[in-house]
Antibody, heavy 125, light 110 residues
Framework: EVQLVESGGGLVQSGGSLRLSCAASGLTFSNYAMSWVRQAPGKGLEWVSVISGSGSTTYYADSVKGRFTISRDNSRSTLYLQMNSLRAEDTAMYYC??????????????????WGQGTLVTVSS | QSALTQPASVSGSPGQSITISCTGTSSDVGGSNYVSWYQQLPGKAPKLMIYDVSNRPSGVSNRFSGSKSGNTASLTISGLQAEDEADYYCSSYTSSSTLVFGTGTKVTVL
């Protein structure tokens, strides 16, 4: 069974950095694009970033471009999100999510069939 | 990357059908066949209900169906059940190679 387990969240001051991790199991990790999606407390879902299975292609939401970096280590079946210059508005539950279809040619056209339980990031101002 | 527009709430009685709309632009919903719908129960991660406008993943009830016309996608839940009470979000691939979610709709079963 596919499992995604996030870690690395916590309380950080505005302007600080955090690195989130998402450990995947039960799948051939390199076959799937992976994403980060966040949800501020009591708010809706916000797409953050996607990375192709090989790691060669990445896309970001405008709200995080230039501050966040998505990456992956296929040998460790782990997805990462390096978050720098954090702001109060980055406070949210961060989910990693797996694309439904393997080796999809259009990287950003993702449908998420598995999600992690989320890791909470709180940025204090 | 403005969020797609959904009604804040939709309600219906058990057994009825309801439809949730998701309105975007020609740069996302109108120009994409990659529209998905997610169900989110309180305190839980979202669950994929519909992908690529009208396809159901394995295990999702056939009471859920999706469609699209122009810049608006729709999710229809037929034979509404108490267990369908949840928040629902649409998403669409965009012309910028990114993804955008809808504002979310709270479904209440009366």
């Amino acid at each position: 069974e596919v499992q995604l387990v996030e870690s690395g969240g916590g309380l950080v001051q505005s302007g600080g950095s955090l690195r989130l991790s998402c450990a995947a199991s039960g799948l051939t990790f390199s076959n799937y694009a992976m994403s980060w999606v966040r949800q501020a407390p009591g708010k809706g879902l916000e797409w953050v970033s996607v990375i192709s299975g090989s790691g060669s292609t990445t896309y970001y939401a405008d709200s995080v471009k230039g501050r966040f970096t998505i990456s992956r280590d296929n040998s460790r079946s782990t997805l990462y999100l390096q978050m720098n210059s954090l702001r109060a508005e980055d406070t949210a539950m961060y989910y990693c999510a797996k694309d439904l279809i393997p080796r999809k040619p259009i990287v950003g056209a993702t449908n998420y069939d598995y999600w992690g339980q989320g890791t909470l990031v709180t940025v204090s101002s | 990357q403005s969020a797609l527009t959904q009604p804040a709430s939709v309600s219906g009685s058990p057994g009825q059908s309801i439809t949730i709309s998701c309105t975007g632009t020609s740069s996302d919903v109108g120009g994409s066949n990659y529209v998905s719908w997610y169900q989110q129960l309180p305190g839980k991660a979202p669950k994929l209900m519909i992908y690529d406008v009208s396809n159901r993943p394995s295990g999702v009830s056939n009471r859920f169906s999706g469609s699209k016309s122009g810049n608006t996608a729709s999710l229809t839940i037929s034979g509404l059940q108490a267990e369908d009470e949840a928040d629902y979000y649409c998403s669409s691939y965009t012309s910028s190679s990114t993804l955008v979610f809808g504002t979310g709709t709270k479904v209440t079963v009366l």
